[in-house]
């Protein structure tokens, strides 16, 4: 779903993307010696992260990111980037597939990365509906279907929002 965000977010807002930059996908955010003492780890994996902004979106995905350990995991790693000054939004499928959400996302990151996103702009002609649909159901394509499936992924159409299965 990461790469869905990533076309959502950075297609221009003719082809129905938000126009906001790329970002490095599963970036490894280095820690340095002086501030291995207070973080966990020797780095961290981010799943879209813009350094410019030190800003980086993290997937929760319905599978991975459930149950007691898993849950202080993830805020544990979230404590540990926000020391370094990061600052991470999570993202789930469910925010994804609601296109307010991810309106919400986009202006998010927009004002992080210092841009002015122009909310009026982006569907006047159906275009982001259309690309939205395209990306998000995979009856409508088999390269979004491949794509899915090879992250072990369904659509917003799909049993995936009752949590029987992830994306």
Same mark, same amino acid.
């Given at each position: 779903?990461?790469?869905?965000?990533?076309?959502?977010?950075?297609?221009?807002?003719?082809?129905?993307?938000?126009?906001?930059?790329?970002?490095?996908?599963?970036?490894?955010?280095?820690?340095?010696?002086?501030?291995?003492?207070f973080v966990?780890?020797?780095?961290?994996?981010?799943?879209?992260?813009?350094?410019?902004?030190?800003?980086?979106?993290?997937? =929760? !995905?319905?599978?991975?990111?459930?149950?007691a %350990? #898993?849950?202080?995991?993830?805020?544990? @790693?979230?404590? /540990?980037?926000?020391?370094?000054?990061?600052?991470?939004?999570?993202?789930?499928?469910?925010?994804?597939?609601?296109?307010?959400?991810?309106?919400?996302?986009?202006?998010?990151?927009?004002?992080?990365?210092g841009?002015?996103?122009?909310?009026?702009?982006?569907?006047?002609?159906?275009?982001? =509906? !259309?690309?939205?649909?395209?990306?998000?159901? %995979? #009856?409508?394509?088999?390269?979004?279907? @491949?794509?899915? /499936?090879?992250?072990?992924?369904?659509?917003?159409?799909?049993?995936?929002?009752?949590?029987?299965?992830?994306?």
């Amino acid at each position: 779903m990461e790469t869905v965000t990533v076309v959502l977010l950075c297609l221009p807002v003719k082809l129905g993307g938000y126009g906001l930059p790329f970002p490095l996908m599963n970036a490894a955010v280095t820690i340095s010696a002086k501030d291995r003492a207070f973080v966990k780890k020797s780095y961290y994996e981010c799943d879209l992260y813009w350094p410019e902004a030190k800003f980086a979106i993290e997937y =929760d !995905s319905n599978l991975h990111h459930t149950g007691a %350990t #898993r849950i202080a995991e993830d805020a544990s @790693r979230r404590t /540990d980037l926000a020391y370094l000054g990061i600052e991470v939004a999570t993202l789930t499928q469910q925010q994804v597939c609601d296109l307010r959400e991810m309106d919400r996302v986009a202006r998010l990151l927009a004002k992080r990365l210092g841009r002015r996103l122009r909310m009026e702009r982006l569907n006047p002609s159906g275009v982001q =509906d !259309s690309l939205r649909n395209l990306l998000l159901d %995979t #009856r409508y394509t088999n390269i979004t279907k @491949r794509i899915m /499936d090879k992250n072990g992924a369904g659509g917003c159409e799909n049993d995936d929002l009752r949590g029987e299965s992830d994306l």
